[in-house]
Antibody, heavy 122, light 106 residues
Framework: EVQLVQSGAEVKKPGESLKISCKGS????????IGWVRQMPGKGLEWMGI????????RYSPSFQGQVTISADKSISTAYLQWSSLKASDTAMYYC???????????????WGQGTLVTVSS | DIQMTQSPSSLSASVGDRVTITCRAS??????LAWYQQKPGKVPKLLIY???TLQSGVPSRFSGSGSGTDFTLTISSLQPEDVATYYC????????FGQGTKVEIK
């Protein structure tokens, strides 16, 4: 069974750093691109960026380029999303999701993580 | 950048009604379009990919159509469990989502 299990909710102060995780299982983690999606409170879905764990090829939405870093450790089948200096406006639910076809980004997401709620408040 | 615009933003319909949601791309995207359902407090779920292919396990009352710039998601007979927000997403390059359509029961 394909599963993406994300790390737990975080409460941070502005200016702090954070790294959240997404662990894949039940499939070949290195063969499928993984994406990160933001959902701010009461708002829609925003595509942040993607990574291919096989070679760590990474692409960012222009809206998120320079604001976050996406990485992966294929030895433990885990993708990461990190911030170096959080802002209150980073408060949101963050989802990881797997692309439906192996080695392809020209496809939809099929499996999603359960989401990680990040709250940034002084 | 290609923008995805959904309409309406929300709708209210009766159980058994036929419901149609529209998604328009600002440039042609062939059939590189998916639809997702997000129930309140839940994770998004893939309904349809390649504009019209039903994901395994999704009820047949859901269908999708369109190509190029104009796409539709149709629920042939609305059920109480279909209360959700529905999002379209293009995926030919950056995977931009539409702003969502909230579906409620009248």
């Amino acid at each position: 069974e394909v599963q993406l299990v994300q790390s737990g909710a975080e409460v941070k102060k502005p200016g702090e750093s954070l790294k959240i995780s997404c662990k894949g299982s039940g499939y070949s983690f290195t063969s499928y691109w993984i994406g990160w999606v933001r959902q701010m409170p009461g708002k829609g879905l925003e595509w942040m960026g993607i990574i291919y764990p096989g070679d760590s090829d990474t692409r960012y939405s222009p809206s998120f380029q320079g604001q976050v870093t996406i990485s992966a450790d294929k030895s433990i089948s885990t993708a990461y999303l990190q911030w170096s200096s959080l802002k209150a406006s980073d408060t949101a639910m963050y989802y990881c999701a797997r692309f439906r076809r192996p080695k392809s980004t020209v496809t939809s997401f099929d499996y999603w993580g359960q989401g990680t709620l990040v709250t940034v408040s002084s | 950048d290609i923008q995805m615009t959904q309409s309406p933003s929300s709708l209210s319909a009766s159980v058994g009604d036929r419901v149609t949601i529209t998604c328009r791309a600002s440039q042609g995207i062939s059939n590189y379009l998916a639809w997702y359902q997000q129930k309140p407090g839940k994770v998004p779920k893939l309904l349809i990919y390649a504009a019209s292919t039903l994901q395994s396990g999704v009820p047949s009352r859901f269908s999708g159509s369109g190509s190029g710039t104009d796409f539709t998601l149709t629920i042939s007979s609305l059920q109480p469990e279909d209360v959700a927000t529905y999002y379209c997403q293009k995926y030919n390059s950056e995977g931009t989502f539409g702003q969502g359509t909230k579906v409620e029961i009248k």
